[in-house]
């Protein structure tokens, strides 16, 4: 691809969303920037939140383990000192051809270089009354709305007569057995002990399932960590449903493949995600799950002006037809190399290629326990968690001192 140099010019960068990869990026560079002198790149940064989510933690605030406020930071807060502009507002449309974004509140903010890291979006897969009647986690609202449902529905069950309807009240559903669902059940198993003391629910009718279309827990990884999982999750009273395709949601009903149902009080889904419309509605090129067909630069195909990192990108790995997963540490690393590309763009430098860097995935079970592939070595147990704490630790000085 021929790179379109703006040396000496002044530019205009706008980043959407302040999450893993936008946020870093719009840091990143302007740390460069500073360092360098170069004062006159502008950049914009806009969310429609005045605050930045740590999602990898929302299973704790789902289930009351952290104080409320532990897994967001206020944007201001993050960049008050540094030239970087901030808008909190909805992202309406990407208009490519006028180089622009449309906001909610009216306003159209023009670009001459453009990151997209909107981040995605909970995928229903159409499944009719999943989006009514469940509730998804993937946002801090999400996670605060499911913390005070299962709280009211505790509290409703312990004044309860009818055992039948307690059951159903004290009855979670959790759909899917991947990274979210596996680490929201294992938090939940715990936290269910401490809600029938604080509530008076009877623990004995507590339960919780976990439902998953596949015929293994956590299937993007190996036999010996689907083997591991189930035994953890098992020994935390977590009931596993495996094989089961989730065919209907009504209120407190789960309609299941072999025309069986479950009642429970509380269904969650987290059965996937995909990338926002707006991608697609931008006339941008995307792959079958919504997201933005990149290059190794990280750039839209075909388009010198607009990069795409995090859950919004199909980025190829390298590897046959495979893309980069989708993940915090990804596009945290995404939104680094992106900084770097952009400064040496404004440098007149050609910028490096994106190389994914494999350190694998960490997956908590509970408090005290966990599966993930460190460095490509399988680990279970405690070590799990000690590794996850300290990566969160690093990610949270990373972005108050940067
Ligand atoms: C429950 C859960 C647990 C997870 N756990 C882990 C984990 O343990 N480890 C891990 O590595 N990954 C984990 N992930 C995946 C990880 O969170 C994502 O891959 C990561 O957040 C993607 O980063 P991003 O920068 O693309 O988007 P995000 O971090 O999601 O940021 C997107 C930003 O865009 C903003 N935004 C979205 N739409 C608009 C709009 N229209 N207008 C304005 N602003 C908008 C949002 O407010 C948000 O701030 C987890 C995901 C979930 C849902």
Redesign the pocket.
């Known amino acids: 691809m021929a790179f379109v140099h703006l040396v000496g010019v002044s530019m205009k960068i706008v980043i ?9 990026t719009a840091m990143n560079l302007e740390k460069l920037l500073r360092a360098n002198h170069m004062t006159d790149t502008v950049i914009t940064l ?4 005045p ?9 704790h605030t ?1 289930t009351d383990g952290s104080d409320s406020k532990a897994a967001i930071y206020e944007i201001q807060h993050l960049i008050r000192g540094r030239q970087i502009e901030f808008v909190q ?4 449309a990407i208009l490519p051809g006028e180089q622009a974004v449309a ?2 509140d009216g306003q159209r903010v023009t670009y001459d270089r453009l990151v997209i ?6 995928d229903f897969h159409g499944v009719p009354g999943a989006a009514e009647h469940s509730l998804p ?3 801090y609202d ?2 605060l709305a499911i913390r005070d449902h299962v709280k009211a529905q505790f509290k409703a069950a312990s004044e309860m007569n009818d055992p039948k309807e307690q059951r159903i009240a004290l009855t979670t559903a959790i759909i899917g057995g991947g ?2 669902g596996c ?2 059940a294992g938090e939940f198993a715990v936290w269910v002990d401490r809600l029938c003391r604080d509530t008076g629910a009877p623990r004995s009718e507590v339960r919780i399932a976990l439902l998953d279309r596949h015929d293994v827990l956590l299937h993007q990884f190996g036999r010996w960590a689907n083997s591991e999982a189930e035994k953890v999750l098992d020994r935390l009273r977590v009931s596993i449903y495996l094989n089961i395709d989730v065919e209907a949601v009504e209120p407190q009903i789960l309609r299941v493949s072999g025309n069986r149902v479950l009642r429970a009080g509380t269904i969650i889904w ?1 059965a996937g ?1 995909r990338a ?1 419309d ?1 991608i697609a509605q931008a006339g941008l090129p995307t792959d079958r799950m919504g997201r933005a067909r990149v290059d190794r630069y990280l750039r839209v195909e075909d388009r010198e002006d607009i990069f795409v ?5 199909a980025i190829p790995s390298g590897l046959g037809d495979e893309t980069v ?8 690393r ?2 680094e190399h992106l900084a770097e590309a952009l400064f040496d763009e404004i440098q007149g430098r050609a910028p490096r290629a994106y190389q994914p860097l494999k350190l694998g ?4 079970l509970g408090p005290d326990d966990g599966v993930g592939n460190p460095l490509g070595m399988p680990v279970t147990g405690y070590p799990i968690q000690l590794l ?1 704490k300290g ?1 969160e630790q690093f990610y949270r000085s990373s972005i108050i001192s940067l």
């Open positions: 959407l969303g302040a999450g893993y990869g936008g946020l870093r806009i969310d429609q939140n605050y930045h989510q740590l999602i990898q933690e929302l299973h789902a507002s909805h992202v309406e906001l909610s890291g909107l981040g995605s979006i909970t986690l993937r946002t999400n996670a990274y979210t680490q929201l987290a995600v926002p707006l990192l995090g859950d919004c990108a997963p989708a993940t915090a540490s990804y596009a945290m995404q939104g995935e960490l997956v908590s996850k990566i």
